[in-house]
């Protein structure tokens, strides 16, 4: 079964610039579009990119995502991080008729 | 604006069969653009999507579920439901219901706020 794979945390400094990776197993990650959500505590996940690289109005543009073939891995990249970004983030997509997350990453910023 | 509200028992004894609902306001569920999915979130862990709907009554579900699932959808009553038979511990969670595109396979927006279903005696 197709599954995809992140990092269980990362963590960087406010101002600096972190990149998430998910990376699929079992399939090609570039078959089917890829989506970033983040979860604050006790809230339900929102959507910060979708369809590998876009961006939902009002979510800044400090957030990108990409997909990179040749690891078979999608990114999600936050430049000048704020405390705000502190949040869990995870991916997703979907392969023959089945919708996969991946495992979440914990983002601490300090 | 599009809103999706879950609502449903907080606790369920084990064994017990678990329904929950989620009631679509804002917009028709009877729409060919959009499948209506559920996901759950056991306590401190990641997101499992258990399946989704469209509003003909097409389903999908995780064959990864270790307990039978079935979705069902009313569409007069614009709401979509996730029946588990016999529920275990481990179905403890919180369940949120989302939209997603059907065309692209798109994203879940927008998200439900969540129900949080506990399983125990």
């Known amino acids: 079964n197709f599954m995809l794979t992140q990092p269980h945390s990362v963590s960087e400094s406010p101002g600096k610039t972190v990149t998430i990776s998910c990376t699929g197993i079992?399939?090609?990650?570039?078959?089917?579009?890829v989506h970033w959500y983040r979860q604050r505590p006790g809230s339900a996940p929102t959507t910060v990119i979708y369809d590998d690289n876009k961006r939902p109005s009002g979510v800044p543009d400090r957030f990108s995502g990409s997909i990179d073939r040749s690891s078979n891995s999608a990114s999600l990249t936050i430049s000048g991080l704020k405390t705000e970004d502190e949040s869990d983030y995870y991916c997703q997509s979907y392969y023959n008729n089945i919708w996969v997350f991946g495992g979440g990453t914990k983002l601490t910023v300090l | 604006q599009l809103q999706l509200q879950e609502s449903g028992p907080g606790l369920v004894k084990p064994s017990e069969p678990l329904s929950l609902t989620c009631t679509v306001s804002?917009?028709?569920?009877?729409?060919?653009?959009?499948?209506w999915g559920w996901i759950r979130q056991p306590p401190g862990m990641g997101l499992e999507w258990i399946g989704s709907?469209?509003?003909?009554?097409?389903?999908y579900y995780n064959p990864s579920l270790k307990s039978p699932v079935t979705i069902s959808v009313d569409t007069s009553k614009n709401q979509f439901s996730l029946r588990l038979n016999s529920v275990i511990a481990a179905d403890t969670a919180m369940y949120y219901c989302?939209?997603?595109?059907?065309?692209?396979?798109?994203?879940?927006?927008?998200w439900g706020q969540g129900t949080l279903v506990t399983v125990s005696s």
């Open positions: 709907i469209y509003y003909s009554g097409t389903t």
């Open positions: 804002g917009s028709s569920i009877s729409t060919s653009d959009y499948f």
């Open positions: 989302a939209r997603h595109d059907r065309f692209s396979y798109g994203n879940f927006d927008p």
């Open positions: 079992s399939g090609s990650i570039a078959r089917n579009y």
